[in-house]
């Protein structure tokens, strides 16, 4: 029965196949668009769930205070009021797990005949495990390069690139501000952080180095910065007020003195982005989805045509024993045979369109078999709650009236 049926569907189809085509259309594009916009969305998110993972887990950065010269107010950071001392005291907090003293500053590279202008960071060995940074290849360095201020550096993917090629600089000697390092490793590739910053375009060197060898300073043991990593998410709370308790008995600050350092959750401010971007893939889809119902509009449009066109036909297969739900199953199954015929095309256009975006324009995009499985049965649904009304009409026409129908 429902095989007759829907060789009559097909048919009525045939017959009329631009305004089948039309029709299918506004199904094509809304399918289309529900996935290609969802896969957009979640490909965003996949680019921000990465670079959160590339930052590492239950984070804090410790920026050192503010100061005031010349009545010129300068930022966090610009008042050396953290040290050494400080990330061992903190280190020693029941909820930290790891800490590590960074001395960030720009200096140029040169190797060879090559040079490059980048970041170099003095920390310590727990810098790797603290933004759970592997290496590539070689080593790095120890307490004991730390403790004898060795002229050692760790580099990143990028400023091994521009400056060694293809070639493995590990044991290779570069010259940072016209002093000699040994190359004693590689990191790992970690890409863009959250602000776009090329994360490997970075050299790590020994803090105590950096001090000392390096960019001196007027403090001896003063660090810009800590990073400071809790022992899980639950303990990141208590990590941040027993921080700012111990800096502040550390300090000597009065009760009533602001702060002279600043603590951020680097978690949250991630997982904050990583919200923002699950809304807009949301929304993406959403507004995609309104194609959809433009689409099922434009199918219960063409059925009404249809009903209306095929009126006297009705009255015969009433006339001769046709029942009412045959005439309602009839029309649905053409709303229904329309919508899903329209929602395998606009599937294979809004992947297609996916994979375009994919190679042309360098974005990341996510194409899930779960999307495009629901805007097949949305689009499903649609072409029956949109195509149920004209076949409604079609099963209630009396078969007097339809035969007389001109």
């Known amino acids: 029965m429902i095989g007759a049926l829907l060789g009559e ?87 930290v797990l790891r800490v590590a003293p960074v001395v960030p500053q720009t200096a140029q590279i040169v190797a060879g005949a090559n040079n490059w202008s980048t970041m170099v960071t003095g920390s310590t060995p727990a810098y790797f495990d603290v933004r759970e940074w592997p290496l590539a290849s070689g080593r790095a360095f120890g307490a004991a390069d730390v403790r004898a201020a060795a002229r050692v550096a760790v580099l990143g993917r990028t400023v091994a690139l521009n400056l060694f090629g293809g070639e493995d600089p590990v044991g290779k000697t570069i010259r940072i501000r016209q002093s000699p390092f040994t190359v004693v490793g590689v990191l790992a590739a970690k890409g863009q952080s959250l602000d776009g910053r090329d994360q490997d375009d970075g050299v790590v060197v020994p803090v105590t180095t950096a001090q000392r060898k390096l960019f001196g300073t007027q403090f001896p043991g003063s660090v810009r910065m800590l990073m400071v990593q809790a022992t899980g998410a639950e303990a990141m709370d208590e990590a941040q007020r027993e921080m700012a308790r111990l800096l502040r008995q550390r300090h000597h600050l009065p009760e009533r003195a602001d702060n002279d350092f600043d603590i951020r959750n680097l978690t949250a401010l991630a997982n904050a982005a990583a919200q923002t971007t699950r809304v807009m893939s949301v929304m993406l889809g959403a507004i995609a989805s309104v194609s959809l119902l433009v689409g099922g509009i434009g199918i219960m449009n063409i059925m009404l045509v249809s009903v209306t066109e095929r009126t006297r036909e009705i009255g015969i297969r009433v006339a001769i024993g046709a029942r009412r739900r045959d005439i309602l199953m009839q029309f649905l199954l053409e ?66 009236e339809a035969l007389a129908y001109q």
């Open 9 to 95: 569907a097909l048919h009525s189809m045939r017959a009329n196949r631009l305004r089948t085509f039309l029709t299918m259309l506004g199904m094509v594009i809304g399918v289309a668009a529900v996935i290609l916009m969802v896969a957009i969305g979640q490909g965003a998110r996949l680019s921000v769930d990465q670079a959160i993972q590339s930052m590492g887990s239950n984070l804090f950065i410790v920026l050192s205070g503010s100061t005031t010269s010349g009545g010129i107010r300068m930022g966090m950071g610009a008042a050396p009021t953290l040290t050494l001392a400080d990330a061992e005291a903190i280190a020693a907090l029941p909820p």
């Open 335 to 400: 709303a229904v045979t329309l919508s899903v015929a329209g929602c395998l095309a606009g599937a294979l256009v809004g992947v297609a369109a996916a994979v375009a975006i994919n190679l042309m324009a360098g974005m990341t995009v996510v194409v899930s078999l779960a999307a495009v499985a629901a805007a097949f049965l949305i689009a499903s649904m649609v072409g029956v709650f949109f195509g149920l009304y004209p076949a409604q009409r079609a099963s209630g026409l009396e078969p007097i």
